[in-house]
């Protein structure tokens, strides 16, 4: 049986809360994706080894210093991944 991949976003941008783990954040591909906590995502990197995580945490928030993207998902993954070791412009996907 095969597996649909769909890309969800390119990270833009990434950082650490400490206790918690990594945000990773971009503009969402589509409207009808759906992302929920606990879902395993794939994150696609064009220098450093991929990665294949689980979704801790998320969050939509409002863009408001960019009209032209108006929306933004913010996605909590493991501290164990590390954020050195997420690229920016990585794609992530999920299973759907």
């Keep these: 049986m095969r597996t649909l991949v769909k890309k969800v ?4 941008d990434k950082f650490a809360i400490k206790g918690k783990g990594i945000v990773i954040t971009g503009v969402p591909e589509g409207h009808s994706l759906k992302v929920y906590e606990g879902d395993e995502i794939y994150i696609k990197q064009k220098l450093s080894k991929d990665i294949r995580t689980t979704v801790l945490k998320l969050e939509l928030f409002r863009n408001c210093w ?14 164990q991944i590390g954020i050195e070791n997420v690229e920016l412009k990585s794609v992530v996907f999920i299973d759907v």
Excluded: A, C
């Design 66 to 79: 960019s009209p032209h993207k108006p929306r933004n998902l913010g996605l909590l993954i493991p501290k």
């Design 9 to 12: 976003f390119i990270v833009e």
